[in-house]
């Protein structure tokens, strides 16, 4: 008789009676403190040795190796410590190491170039990667986190630095690891993990998908703009090139060209970009059209450009916002918040900001993930004297309303004589004000929140250089574009509280 497992499903849907929560990739550190005691293994992995097992096909479904390639330890299958009928590699784990060792992987998850590592991300073995679930891509209800993970073997989350330690892993070769965030999926194969000993991987193995061919991408949009170089900013952070499409097109990353004040706004260097410069931009003309996608970036354009952003656009838009969408918006589209009455009193919109300066910023950490924050940019070096230096900010911000949360402001008073800096980046869960939980007390405070909305004042590299992915370089990402980096993430995982810590994957039956 097969066992009966209980897998870690990472779905938060509201229903009329009932809402389970759980989430891939939102978990706090509970297996990810430093290496368990045991013999370092000699023989880790690097990038080719870390080998893909491939991604989502173009239905969304997952395309890998069945077997996965596992060979059990000795190649010989009878080491499996599971009754005959039962199968999955939780049957070579074992549980019987000496003096309290333990059989581990450790390492770094790192991003799509391998270069920054990242927080919050799941690492797991799968039990069997033929059962890994789909990831569908596009949003169009109200799920939190629509990104199961499935029955695994060990799980382990990420911390402040990007390390994870699992344990109780099987012993054998080509043993499955998949790391996942949000709908960022990857699965490589550690080539072999020793017995009761650390497996050790090598800087970079570890890392999120480069393309759909080699794993799992959320399908996002990108509308350009000629003061924001957003379109190269995802190139440098390790998304191919092959990624870059006309909309609906084959990549993950579609591109729509918006406005430019001034500077020319790029398109697209391989096709036909969507056209956003006008009321009938094919994006945000009905809500059903965003729904084809999981996040949307909005790269400065230099002014709000409100004759192609009609109302019936911030309708759509803020619409899909509240069943689940995400949204990244740079400068001069707080328009999208400030002139829609839902979004306004999120926090204290200065509007226009004429000319773009250098800013020293603080991170606020007033809440917890702003502390890992703080931790993570202190980390990779991005912090001098515990502040970051900002170029051509904007200011368009000067206080936020809790609950929306305030990442990254300017420490020099501001001219309207605020107690603190200006807002650069903050980021609030949809709708506004959270949805009750069901049979919920009044004196339960906790709301449900389907989608998610950042804006920042920070740009990403300057001014565009030309139509993209042509005209982008592979420039290691500078201290700005890191911090830009960790909050995109951020965005793309789970929709949980900023101020408590991610909630914990529970352990695997044993």
């Known amino acids: 008789m097969a066992r009966t497992r209980n897998p870690f499903l990472a779905v938060l849907a509201l229903a009329p009676a009932v809402i389970a929560a759980a989430f891939a990739g939102c978990g706090s550190q509970k297996n990810s403190s430093s290496a368990l005691a045991g013999d370092d293994n000699d023989a880790s992995t690097d990038e080719d040795a870390g080998m893909s097992f491939g991604g989502d096909d173009d239905d969304g479904n997952p395309s890998v190796d069945p077997g996965g390639g596992f060979v059990p330890p000795g190649d010989d299958a009878s080491t499996s410590n599971c009754p005959d009928g039962v199968t999955g590699l939780d049957c070579y784990v074992n549980k019987m190491c000496p003096s309290g060792k333990h059989t581990t992987i450790s390492g770094k998850v790192y991003d799509p170039a391998g270069k920054v590592p990242l927080y919050n991300v799941a690492v797991f073995v799968p039990n069997d990667l033929s059962k890994l679930p789909a990831i569908k891509r596009g949003t169009n209800s109200c799920n939190t986190c629509e990104t199961p993970i499935g029955d695994y073997v060990t799980v382990a989350?990420?911390?402040?630095?990007?390390?994870?330690?699992?344990?109780?892993?099987?012993?054998?070769?080509?043993?499955?690891?998949?790391?996942?965030?949000?709908?960022?999926?990857?699965?490589?194969?550690?080539?072999?993990?020793?017995?009761?000993?650390?497996?050790?991987?090598?800087?970079?193995?570890?890392?999120?998908?480069?393309?759909?061919?080699?794993?799992?991408?959320?399908?996002?949009?990108?509308?350009?703009?000629?003061?924001?170089?957003?379109?190269?900013?995802?190139?440098?952070?390790?998304?191919?090139?092959?990624?870059?499409?006309?909309?609906?097109?084959?990549?993950?990353?579609?591109?729509?060209?918006?406005?430019?004040?001034?500077?020319?706004?790029?398109?697209?260097?391989?096709?036909?970009?969507?056209?956003?410069?006008?009321?009938?931009?094919?994006?945000?003309?009905?809500?059903?059209?965003?729904?084809?996608?999981?996040?949307?970036?909005?790269?400065?354009?230099?002014?709000?450009?409100?004759?192609?952003?009609?109302?019936?656009?911030?309708?759509?838009?803020?619409?899909?916002?509240?069943?689940?969408?995400?949204?990244?918006?740079?400068?001069?589209?707080?328009?999208?918040?400030?002139?829609?009455?839902?979004f306004t009193p999120v926090a204290n919109w200065l509007g226009d900001s004429l000319g773009l300066g250098v800013v020293t910023g603080k991170i606020d950490v007033s809440f917890y993930k702003g502390q890992v924050f703080h931790d993570w940019l202190q980390g990779i070096g991005a912090l001098q004297n515990d502040s970051i230096a900002l170029n051509g900010v904007a200011n368009s911000v000067s206080t936020v309303t809790p609950p929306t949360s305030r990442w990254i402001y300017d420490s020099a008073l501001p001219a309207d004589g605020g107690a603190t800096g200006n807002t650069k980046y903050l980021s609030f869960g949809t709708p506004v004000g959270g949805l009750p939980k069901p049979d919920a007390g009044p004196e339960d405070m906790d709301r449900i929140y389907c989608g998610k909305a950042v804006f920042s004042d920070l740009h990403a590299g300057g001014a565009p250089k030309g139509d993209v992915p042509a005209k982008c370089d592979t420039a290691d990402l500078t201290a700005q574009e890191k911090a830009l980096e960790f909050l995109f993430f951020d965005l793309a995982a789970c929709v949980t509280d900023d101020k408590k810590p991610p909630p914990v994957p529970p352990e695997p039956p044993k």
């Open 157 to 342: 989350l990420t911390d402040k630095d990007g390390s994870f330690t699992l344990k109780d892993v099987p012993t054998g070769k080509n043993v499955p690891l998949t790391v996942q965030v949000g709908k960022w999926r990857r699965t490589i194969k550690v080539p072999n993990v020793a017995d009761c000993a650390t497996t050790n991987l090598s800087a970079g193995t570890a890392r999120l998908p480069r393309n759909h061919g080699e794993g799992d991408m959320p399908q996002m949009a990108l509308v350009t703009g000629g003061f924001d170089d957003l379109g190269c900013f995802m190139r440098r952070m390790g998304i191919d090139a092959s990624e870059y499409s006309a909309p609906h097109g084959t990549g993950r990353l579609d591109i729509y060209k918006g406005n430019s004040l001034t500077f020319v706004s790029p398109g697209l260097s391989t096709g036909t970009a969507g056209d956003c410069t006008t009321s009938s931009c094919p994006l945000w003309d009905t809500k059903s059209h965003l729904e084809y996608y999981d996040l949307v970036l909005l790269a400065c354009e230099g002014g709000t450009f409100e004759q192609a952003k009609p109302q019936s656009a911030k309708d759509a838009m803020r619409d899909w916002l509240n069943e689940g969408g995400k949204v990244f918006a740079t400068h001069y589209h707080y328009t999208w918040f400030m002139n829609e009455p839902v």
